[in-house]
C-alpha cells in the first residue's frame, strides 16, 4: 500500500544551489525536485574518502558517466551483431527475426543514450571549468 505524504517541507536556495541540484539530478535521470529530494534525503550516507566535496561530486558524476557509457557500448555491440547476423538471422518459416524497425529503434536508443552522455560531459566539463575558475580566484 503507498503511503500518502503529508508533511510539507519548505526552505529557500540561491540560484545556484538550484542550478546544481537541478544539475545533478539530471545527472542522475530525475524530472522531479520532489523525487529527487526524497532520495537524496533517505539515501544511504557517501563515504567521501577525505576528498573535498567538490572533488566527491565530480568524482560521483564521472562514475556515473563511466556507467552510461559502459551501457552504450553494450547496445552499440548489439546493434552491431543484429547487423552483421541480419541474414542468418531466420525463424522456422524463413522470415527474418531482426527487421529494420527493430534496428531503428535500437539505433534510436543508442543515440539518445549518446546524447545524454554529452549533456553529462558537458555538465562535468562546466562544473570542472567552476572549480577551476573559483580556485585559481583564491
Given at each position: ?138
Amino acid at each position: 500500500m503507498r503511503e500518502n505524504k503529508t508533511v510539507k517541507i519548505t526552505f529557500r536556495m540561491t540560484e545556484g544551489e538550484v542550478a546544481k541540484m537541478e544539475a545533478f539530478m539530471a545527472l542522475e535521470g530525475f524530472r522531479s525536485r520532489s523525487k529527487y529530494l526524497r532520495k537524496v534525503a533517505a539515501g544511504p550516507r557517501v563515504v567521501r574518502r577525505n576528498l573535498r566535496r567538490t572533488d566527491a561530486n565530480l568524482s560521483k558524476q564521472i562514475e556515473l558517466l563511466r556507467a552510461d557509457i559502459k551501457r552504450i557500448g553494450v547496445n552499440y555491440n548489439q546493434v552491431v551483431k543484429a547487423v552483421n547476423t541480419l541474414s542468418l538471422l531466420r525463424d522456422k518459416r524463413g522470415n527474418a527475426v531482426v527487421t529494420a524497425q527493430t534496428l531503428d529503434g535500437n539505433l534510436t536508443d543508442l543515440k539518445t543514450m549518446m546524447l545524454s552522455v554529452l549533456e553529462k560531459v558537458e555538465t562535468i566539463s562546466a562544473e570542472v571549468s567552476y572549480i577551476s575558475n573559483s580556485s585559481s580566484t583564491h
